[in-house]
């Protein structure tokens, strides 16, 4: 399912990701204090409790965990059924992903699931893998969203509709998605080899399933499918975040408690997948600009006593820029890029890794060099430095995992569907044992050549093979287990604009513009944006690509350490950094705990004063942007983005704002030196004006201090200027454009519409909502109800609307993926939307909904420190200031304020389908569609 504002974070990006949401609920104990338990509802059973997690049972077998976390406004409610591609038989294959598809369409009591996901503001979404497939939902923490989530997922765990009709169209909306993972090679790959590699086992089957499957699924095998796993025995409920455990626990019962426990007895799966006998290989020959190599091995179960020597061994080879495989490929220049992971499942799985090799480059022997690193890690063991920095990351994820109750509860479902919840504190137990020999060990047992896949078969006289071992009693291994101290909870934060200006402190260091928004979090969290801002329009003329390497290069190298000693540090002090740059300013973005935080600024702190740009790790950063850059020029999504915002914003050439081609893009990249970085760099960097946001648990005194002596007094020798935005005259002309991409099942639409408009101006709060009701609703806006659920004809459909706070420069834009064959389809109706909603306007109905939706959605976004301290980031490069009760408070009353012919108003007036500029791109030869219009 579709993350409907992930285009306001990145466009060219069609994320599968769940949001998250916000609200109030009855005060939670604090960090220490000891916490009653409470009684308990008739039919509910304890059964244990560890680290702030508490597991209950209903008599009809669901089992329940509650997360009390009074530190975020927001709820989440995740079930989970254990049920996902593993489970499947013969000509079932995508049956389980199919049906949480269709699990939205609605339920007796709740038939338009969409609808009431909407106007209730939640983050929701529903993802299938292989041993489970999940539903969750994050709102606003009220006594009502809460019964509303629990009614929802009650009634559609036995009462969905599975009806004919939806199946008819929702198949090809999944085989929209099936065809749209069939446009990444490295994607099909991975699937190319996990099914060499597998025999018999549902792991070697994607779980999107087969097309012919998804086609042909009678809809009473699918009923049955659904009656037989969606069952109360079968489901484990959890609710984490700001609520009551005890009424909790009463709604809980009221709603699953009559459910009635099934008769029929689910037989556990039995396949088990013969010792391989000998290297397999395979080719996949397509269309593509960049070459690829996938190697698998067999490893053990996630439950398995191996399995944290076997992830520590994965990162051990893979870590940037320390791993064997990145020294070996990335630094002689063989490779691009790689990575690698083995993921937590109930059966046996596997290791995978992956090398990205630029066209030109000889495929052979990246694949030599890949196979020999791979052979050698048995026999030259690794260090324990190698194995300590594993291990840092590993554990860092885990603890940066408990500091979200939200994170927790969706995370959770990897580890029921593996066996039980607790064994992710097992997993994190087994880290920190893990030693260089257990590592060695677990290489010299499983990368074997007899028990890996990369393709052709080569015969063996002397076969060595491996034997994985069969998955533990997780029953046996969690019985008694008790965890340490649950996780320092937070304190009870309002997030309304008022609370937060009032309690955010703003002041001034030198050239830096500071907000600090200091508050107890869970974890000690703290989250820090610093945004430099530099040059001016002049200045920056002709420097393509320069801004964005220059920035990702200060984490390369610095005069006291180098690129793999940075990576290391951060790892240490489990922070997550990140640098990046673009235009006219460079985000550095902080995500650490309170302990950690004057380590991690000192790094960043030197990063930016003291880079060294060391010219090697400048050509792999060219290498690693230069593949990136051209696997795009085959992919329709990146090329149609490209060209409608190439075609919006035609910037002249050399300008600061230039959106490239690819092909100028890769020319400009190629020729960037060394010490042109270093030359922008002197000219550019400094802080006089910056802005630096802190929100979290944090030294205020140490914080002023360290900003003071590092940032104060830094000055850059050319001058600031905001360049400011442009809106071109000709973007009025309608234009259509159509990108041929051979081989490529999936094709991408957009639409984009500029309009003169600032963010605050009168008719913004109108036109914002006009564009909610028709494509940012989650499934029910009016282009998703008409094209996903009615017509079947794209997976991923919406719309956006955006417009800048200090220029009138406004974007509207709308985007779909879906088959060429649909082509005409698509655009036809999209365009009968689009002037429906201009000519006839809204209904009073819907305005009321999507209002609800979208005032709770601030809400929800504003409970977010990482939102928070992005948000002040901005705020504070206003010229005149702006606070979240200037801006966000007003914006919010505007909204509550207006009627269906405002809103109308701004549709017909702003949403003029003659206007837009359309580029579409796919594969349109074998299915010849009618140009757009």
């Known amino acids: 399912m579709q993350n409907r504002n992930f285009l306001r974070r990145s466009l060219p990006a069609l994320a599968l990701l769940a949001l998250s949401s916000a609200a109030p609920a009855l005060a939670q104990p604090k960090a220490g204090v000891s916490q009653t338990t409470p009684a308990l509802p008739a039919g509910v059973s304890r059964v244990t409790s560890v680290e702030g997690i508490t597991e209950y049972q209903l008599k009809n077998g669901l089992r329940v965990l509650l997360f009390p976390d009074p530190s975020k406004a927001t709820a989440t409610v995740n079930i989970t059924y254990l049920v996902g591609s593993r489970h499947e038989g013969y000509g079932e294959s995508g049956m389980a992903h199919l049906l949480e598809h269709m699990v939205f ?462 990576q290391d540090a951060f790892d240490k002090a489990k922070a997550q950094v990140n640098i990046s740059g673009d235009g006219q300013s460079t985000n550095v973005r902080v995500q650490a705990d309170k302990a950690n935080l004057p380590t991690v600024m000192a790094i960043v702190l030197d990063c930016l004063r003291n880079p060294t740009f060391p010219a090697a790790e400048l050509e792999k950063l060219k290498q690693e942007r230069l593949a990136g850059l051209e696997s795009q020029q085959q992919d329709p999504q990146g090329l149609a983005y490209n060209l409608v915002t190439r075609l919006s914003n035609p910037y002249p050439k050399g300008h600061p704002f230039e959106t490239l081609s690819y092909e100028d893009e890769i020319a400009a990249v190629k020729a960037i030196k060394v010490e042109d970085i270093r030359a922008f760099y002197k000219d550019f960097y400094g802080a006089q004006h910056a802005t630096l946001a802190v929100v979290g648990a944090f030294d205020e005194a140490a914080l002023r201090k360290t900003v003071k002596s590092q940032l104060g007094t830094w000055k850059a020798p050319k001058a600031y200027a905001r360049i400011p935005g442009r809106l071109f005259e000709n973007t009025a002309t309608p234009t259509a454009r159509s990108i041929q991409t051979d081989d490529k099942a999936n094709a991408m639409f957009f639409a984009f519409l500029k309009y003169l408009m600032r963010d605050d101006d009168p008719e913004y709060a109108a036109l914002y909502m006009a564009n909610y009701i028709l494509g940012d609703g989650f499934l029910n806006s009016r282009l998703a109800t008409r094209i996903r659920q009615k017509e079947g004809v794209s997976y991923g459909v919406g719309s956006f609307m955006y417009a800048d706070d200090n220029d009138k420069i406004g974007t509207f834009g709308s985007y779909a993926i879906y088959n060429p064959e649909n082509s005409a389809r698509l655009e036809a109706a999209y365009r009968e939307e689009l002037e429906r909603l201009s000519k006839d306007g809204v209904t009073a109905e819907e305005l009321k909904a999507a209002k609800s939706a979208a005032l709770q959605n601030f809400q929800v976004q504003r409970s977010q420190d990482g939102n928070l301290a992005s948000t002040w980031a901005q705020y504070l490069t206003k010229a005149e200031g702006r606070t979240f009760t200037g801006y966000d408070a007003e914006l919010e009353k505007r909204i509550a304020d207006l009627t269906p012919e405002q809103v109308s108003a701004a549709a017909k007036k702003y949403l003029n389908y003659s206007k837009l500029t359309i580029v579409k791109a796919g594969d349109f030869t074998k299915a010849p569609a009618k140009p757009a219009q």
Do not use: C
């Not at 009678?218 to 609520?243: C, E, H, I, M, S």
């Not at 091995?297 to 994965?314: I, M, R, W």
């Not at 009032?502 to 600090?516: D, F, I, N, P, W």
């Open 105 to 566: 369409k609605g339920s007796t009591k709740h038939p338009n699931v969409p609808q009431e996901l909407t106007e209730h503001g939640a983050s929701p979404n529903g993802t299938t893998w292989y041993d489970r497939t999940n539903y969750f939902e994050t709102f606003s923490a009220t006594d009502e969203n809460l019964k509303w989530a629990l009614d929802l997922e009650a009634d559609r765990m036995v009462n969905s509709f599975i009806k004919k009709e939806d199946l008819a169209s929702e198949f090809s909306v999944v085989r929209n998605e099936f065809e749209r993972g069939e446009n990444s090679p490295p994607r099909v790959l991975m699937e190319r080899v996990l099914n060499s590699a597998y025999l018999w086992h549902n792991y070697g089957k994607s779980t999107i399933g087969s097309k012919e499957d998804i086609e042909k699924v009678p809809v009473d095998n699918l009923r049955a499918f659904y009656q037989k796993y969606y069952q109360p025995d079968n489901a484990v409920l959890l609710v984490a975040g700001k609520v009551d455990e005890a009424k909790t626990l009463a709604l809980v019962q009221q709603y699953f408690g009559s459910i009635p426990r099934p008769t029929r007895v689910l037989q556990p799966t039995y396949t088990i997948e013969p010792t391989q006998d000998g290297e397999r290989q395979l080719t996949l020959r397509r269309t593509g600009d960049v070459q690829g190599i996938g190697v698998a091995f067999h490893t053990p179960a996630g439950a398995h006593a191996d399995y944290a020597a076997t992830d520590v061994l994965v990162d051990v080879l893979t870590n940037e820029p320390s791993g064997r495989i990145y020294k070996s490929l990335i630094e002689s220049k063989k490779a691009a890029s790689q990575w690698g992971f083995t993921p937590t499942l109930h059966d046996a799985g596997f290791a995978y890794f992956y090398a990205e090799v630029r066209a030109g480059r000889s495929l052979d022997s990246a694949r030599t060099v890949l196979l020999n690193t791979f052979d050698n890690v048995a026999k030259n063991a690794p260090t324990a430095e190698e194995v300590d920095r594993a291990k840092a990351k590993r554990l860092k994820d885990v603890e940066l995992l408990f500091q979200s109750s939200e994170q927790v509860g969706l995370a959770m479902s990897e580890y029921v569907a593996t066996g039980d919840w607790r064994l992710v504190y097992l997993y994190r137990d087994a880290l920190r044992k893990v030693t260089p020999g257990d590592v060695q060990r677990v290489a010299a047992a499983y990368l074997k050549p007899s028990n890996r896949t990369v393709g052709l078969f080569i015969p063996d006289a002397k076969p060595d093979r491996s034997v994985i071992p069969a998955t533990p009693d997780v029953a046996a291994l969690v019985k008694g287990y008790k965890g340490e101290a649950a996780i320092a909870a937070g304190e009870a934060f309002d997030a309304s604009p008022a609370n937060i200006d009032a309690r955010t402190k703003r002041s001034q260091e030198g050239g830096v513009k500071l907000a600090l928004l200091p508050k107890q979090t869970r974890g000690n969290s703290v989250n820090m944006q610093l945004k430099l801002r530099y040059g001016d329009e002049t200045s920056l003329t002709n420097k393509p690509a320069l801004a964005s390497l220059t920035a990702a290069m200060l984490q390369r190298g610095t005069k006291t350490r180098s690129y793999s000693q940075i």
